[in-house]
C-alpha cells in the first residue's frame, strides 16, 4: 500500500546550521507530495507541496524537490532559527484516495540558540 | 477570518460514554477530514467527506461515527466501542477533495479519558 518514511528525530541543532530531514515514498502512481509543520499543542500548517516530478515547493526558506526516480521529497533549509523547533510531517495524496493525506511518522526539529 | 474551529479544546470521556467532538470551517469548502494522532505516530485517517450529505471511512474508522449535515459542520462521535481513545483528533478541510489541493487543519481537541 501507499506509505511514507521520515528520518526519525529528534534532530537537534544549532542556530544557522543547514537542515535536512529525509522522506522517501512508496505509491501508485504519481502523488502529490505535502510537507506539513506543527508547532507545540496546535494543529498542522502546509510548509510546501508538489504536485509533479521534478517540482520544487518552496516557501519560508524551506525546499524540497519531487524526485521520482528516488521516490523521495527530502526538506531542506540553508540556515534555520530556534522558531523553526516544531514537528514536519511528510505526506502524499494519490489520485483515487479522495483526498486523504497519508502521512510519515514526523520528525523533531529542536534548534538551540 | 476563514478558518477551522475545533471544540472544545480539552474533551475528557468516561467508561461507556459517547462524546462529540465539533468541526466548524467557514472556509466554503467541499471536503471535510478527520485525523488522529498518537504521540510519536503520523496522522491517520478516521473518516472523510466530499459532500454533503455523504461520507466515506478512513483507515481507522472503527468506533467513531459521522455527520455531514451542513456544509459547514462536520462533527466526530466517539462511541463507547473506541477502546483506546485517548489521542489528538484534527479536523481539516479542502476546497473540493482533489489529491493536488491542500488540506487546511483546525488547532485540535485532545481526547481523555477519566
Known amino acids: 500500500g501507499d506509505s511514507v518514511t521520515q528520518m526519525e528525530g529528534p534532530v537537534t541543532l544549532s542556530e544557522e546550521a543547514f537542515l535536512t530531514i529525509n522522506c522517501t515514498y512508496t505509491a501508485t502512481g504519481y502523488p502529490s507530495l505535502f510537507w506539513y509543520v506543527q508547532y507545540p499543542g496546535e494543529g498542522l500548517q502546509l510548509l510546501l507541496k508538489a504536485t509533479k516530478a521534478d517540482d520544487k515547493g518552496s516557501n519560508k526558506g524551506f525546499e524540497a524537490t519531487y524526485r521520482k526516480e528516488t521516490t523521495s521529497f527530502h526538506l531542506e533549509k540553508g540556515s534555520v532559527q530556534v522558531s523553526d523547533s516544531a514537528v514536519y510531517f511528510c505526506a502524499l495524496s494519490v489520485i483515487q484516495g479522495g483526498g486523504k493525506l497519508i502521512f510519515g511518522q514526523g520528525t523533531e526539529l529542536s534548534v538551540k540558540p | 477570518d476563514g478558518g477551522i474551529t475545533q471544540s472544545p479544546k480539552y474533551l475528557f470521556r468516561k467508561e461507556g460514554q459517547n462524546v462529540t467532538l465539533s468541526c466548524e470551517q467557514n472556509?466554503?469548502?467541499?471536503?471535510m477530514y478527520w485525523y488522529r494522532q498518537d504521540p510519536g505516530q503520523g496522522l491517520r485517517l478516521i473518516y472523510y467527506?466530499?459532500?454533503?450529505?455523504?461520507?466515506q471511512k478512513g483507515d481507522i474508522a472503527e468506533g467513531y461515527s459521522v455527520s455531514r449535515e451542513k456544509k459547514e459542520s462536520f462533527p466526530l462521535t466517539v462511541t463507547s466501542a473506541q477502546k483506546n481513545p485517548t489521542a489528538f483528533y484534527l479536523c481539516?478541510?479542502?476546497?473540493?477533495?482533489?489529491?493536488?489541493?491542500?488540506?487546511?487543519f483546525g488547532p485540535g481537541t485532545r481526547l481523555l479519558v477519566l
Open positions: 467527506s466530499q459532500i454533503v450529505n455523504d461520507f
Open positions: 481539516a478541510s479542502s476546497m473540493t477533495g482533489g489529491h493536488i489541493e491542500t488540506q487546511y
Open positions: 472556509l466554503n469548502h467541499d471536503a
